[in-house]
């Protein structure tokens, strides 16, 4: 067995470094160390350019979406929804962070200046239904609608249709086309609330009443109806006791004057009607006749005017009746030694006129061939 040499075995010795070459040292400060150049970019990668989508740029807002839906609904009108968004973006863009917070309130004043408009158009309108335009006079200058309670006296109106409980009217000057006229106000006595049915007959026998000399002297007698407003029962328990009587024509066309602009003062009705009164051509169909000097021509004249005693209405048959006694009997009297007329007739009171205190018979005396030129009743 042969021994190795220490030439063979492995050095356990680390390896010397080579000698590196002595340099002086202001050398560096002279040549700088070559700088390698960067690795070219791989084909097909393009750069992303700065503030691209997908890069982050730090201390960068987003914008709230309810601000600008709160402006866009504030300058549409749309109050509510404005509001509505305009406060909830406030609170968002705070706890967010967020821009946006000028767009809200840009429109919640667009909303506010809307309702602020329409709170003035809406107290305009709701005050010209209380109060109707009117000149210094008091006279109604400018159409507009308006509750029948708001006019007065004399005021004319159209757009009414019949039911009272309808109080919305078109108030207008009266010499504009129209078809009704606030005729009168009358006061309902106090006492226990009569009931829906029974204020309703109350309020128009009231207004039947007041207005009987106009329903009876207007050339438009025959085509005026009455109607009544009155108190129900919660205005009664308020005191209110007002009844408002209209009139509506009914006739062709409309109205372009005043109802009283068309009486004649001329006419007389049944209980206007007086000892000595001349007419001309009796007019059975009319509710009034229209008065003649009793020099000139005329067909007919009053020679007995009496009222029957106060009390119920004793019916149709035994008025006429009693009519008939009386007429006959005073004609005996007045006519003694005088040419009698051809005819002699009479008027007398139906269960309304009774009730309404006109308990009058009128007697009369009537040419039937020619007209008479001198009063027939003795003076």
């Known amino acids: 067995m042969t021994t190795p040499s ?16 002595w340099a002086r040292p202001d050398a560096a400060l002279s040549e700088p160390p070559a700088v390698r150049p960067p690795a070219p970019e791989p084909p097909g990668q393009p750069v992303e350019p700065f503030g691209s989508a997908g890069a982050v740029v730090p201390g960068a807002r987003r914008t709230n979406r309810l601000a600008i839906v709160a402006l866009v609904t504030g300058l549409l009108c749309l109050v509510p929804l404005a509001l509505g968004f305009g406060v909830a973006a406030l609170v968002q863009t705070g706890r967010r962070n967020e821009k946006g917070r000028g767009l809200a309130v840009g429109g919640l004043v667009a909303a506010l200046a809307w309702a602020a408009a329409g709170a003035v158009f809406a107290a305009m309108s709701l005050g010209s239904l209380f ?7 008091g006279h109604i200058r400018k159409s507009g609608r308006v509750l029948v309670g708001a006019l007065r006296v004399g005021d004319c109106f159209t757009g009414f249709s019949g039911d009272t409980s309808n109080r919305f009217v078109t108030a207008m000057p009266c010499t504009r086309p129209h078809d009704g006229e606030v005729a009168a ?15 309703t007959e109350l309020a128009t026998d009231l207004c039947e009443r007041r207005l009987t000399r106009l329903l009876r002297k207007s050339r438009y007698s025959d085509d005026l109806e009455i109607y009544a407003t009155q108190p129900d029962g919660t205005t009664w328990r308020s005191g209110d006791r007002e009844v408002t009587c209209m009139l509506r024509y009914v006739g062709p066309g409309t109205l372009t004057a005043p109802l009283s602009e068309s009486v004649d003062e001329a006419a007389k ?20 006749q229209r008065v003649v000097s009793c020099t000139g021509p005329h067909w ?7 009222a029957l005693p106060a009390g119920p209405y004793p019916g149709d048959a035994k008025v006429e009746r009693q009519a008939d006694a009386l007429c006959d009997k005073r004609a005996g009297t007045v006519f003694k030694g005088h040419k009698r007329p051809d005819r002699l007739f009479h008027l007398y009171p139906l269960e309304g006129d009774w009730s309404a205190e006109d308990r ?11 007209p008479m030129r001198g009063p027939i009743v003795p003076r």
């Open 6 to 21: 220490e030439a063979d075995e492995p050095s356990t010795e680390p390896e010397a470094e080579p000698a590196q070459e």
């Open 131 to 137: 109060a109707p335009d009117r000149d210094e006079a």
């Open 185 to 199: 106000r009358v006061q309902m006595q106090d006492g226990p609330y009569p009931g829906d049915e029974r204020t």
């Open 269 to 288: 009705a049944f209980a206007d009607m007086a000892v000595g009164d001349c007419f001309g051509k009796w007019k059975d169909d009319s509710p009034t």
């Open 300 to 306: 007919s004249e009053v020679y007995w005017v009496q």
């Open 360 to 370: 009058r018979i009128v007697c009369l005396g009537e040419s039937l061939d020619r």
